[in-house]
């Protein structure tokens, strides 16, 4: 076997731009394929998300989540890619807002589960009212840079702490806001994709590669 070669370059540094930011000032750069940060901004949205407020909002409602997991050697749990099959789990259903008190209470049990891709006009109805009520979040003054919204509408992940996703790839434009906590994102460069041993067919949107692995010191079994 060949050591894996290092990604063929590095990824331009995220631009940070103000709050005040609009979607006129941002579509050239989407259009180069420019990964950019928002700093500040949507208050409103981000007051939707503390965890008082959540648990009011979500209260009754059930949610799919991610049970299978490992810890990688940085103590950061990887959960597997697809989400429950909730018609095949409901002896035990995730109680969304008893999961928020216990994460916001630190209760360890909280990380066993990721409630992860949950659209939330399906399963968090009254989360997506109070946010579509706004004068102002991400899609309502970015969205002209990319075209029509998703059916599924938006999309929620919350975390306890440490999660981590596999390698992939997005197969469609998106918005990430962090409403609490952090985000630690790696980025490679388009130019990259043969070298992140892209998988399944036909979507290729996964990759064999693990969750921030360094280039200059990569799994041993990589082949050039």
Known sequence: MHAWPPPIRTPEQPLRLPPSTTAAELWPLLRAHRPVIVEGGFAAVVDLFTPRRLAQLTSSREVPCRHTFRDDQAGRRVFAAQASDMSANESAPLNFGRWVRRAADGDPSAREVYPAKMPLPRYLPELHGALEALDDHPFKRF??????????????????????????????????????????????????????????????????????????????????
């Not at 994102?185 to 041993?197: H, I, T």
């Open 143 to 224: 969205g002209p840079c990319v075209g029509p919204f998703a059916d599924e509408g938006v999309y929620m992940y919350a975390g306890a702490g440490a999660n981590t996703t596999h390698t992939h790839i997005d197969p469609a434009e998106n918005f990430l806001l962090v409403a609490a906590g952090t985000k630690r994102l790696q980025l490679f460069a388009p130019g990259d994709v043969e070298r992140l041993y892209p998988w399944p067919a036909p979507s290729y949107h996964s990759s064999a590669v693990p969750p921030f692995a360094d280039p200059a010191q990569p799994p041993a079994d990589f082949p050039a």
